[in-house]
């Protein structure tokens, strides 16, 4: 069983930073793909970003967050982060971290959809004001 606990959320300006943490459970999270969604009041969970497990760490990201986002991994923290930048108001949600065996190491565009992850965060509030 994997646990996974995001932290670093709360209230921001607009055109201000947060990084956002995932800590995971376990002794294999090298092993596995982590990414990142979001959602928000009355809209589908969208995907963030996504980190893979092997080369050092392959990246991908929405085109709504590309250029303000990072993506990392610290392995022997067992640790995600996200870092955002630039916040939009359009950036408010609900910020969750998930983990995907990824076993098959399918590109990370192909990790972009919520039913390839096996464990999910319960989520950290991210609020942009205007």
């Known amino acids: 069983q994997v646990q996974l606990v995001e932290s670093g959320g709360g209230l921001v300006q607009a055109g201000g930073s947060l990084r956002l943490s995932c800590a995971a459970s376990g002794r294999t999270f090298s092993s596995y793909t982590m990414g990142w969604f979001r959602q928000a009041p009355g809209k589908e969970r969208e995907f963030v970003a996504v980190?893979?497990?092997?080369?050092?760490?392959?990246?991908y990201y929405a085109d709504s967050v590309k250029g303000r986002a990072t993506i990392s991994r610290d392995n022997a923290k067992n640790t995600v982060y996200l870092q955002m930048n630039s916040l939009k108001p359009e950036d408010t949600a609900v910020y969750y971290c998930?983990?995907?065996?990824?076993?098959?190491?399918?590109?990370?565009?192909?990790?972009?959809?919520?039913?390839?992850?096996?464990?999910w965060g319960q989520g950290t509030q991210v609020t942009v004001s205007s």
């Open positions: 980190i893979s497990n092997w080369s050092g760490g392959n990246t």
């Open positions: 998930a983990l995907a065996y990824n076993f098959a190491r399918r590109p990370m565009s192909a990790m972009a959809e919520p039913q390839t992850y096996n464990y």
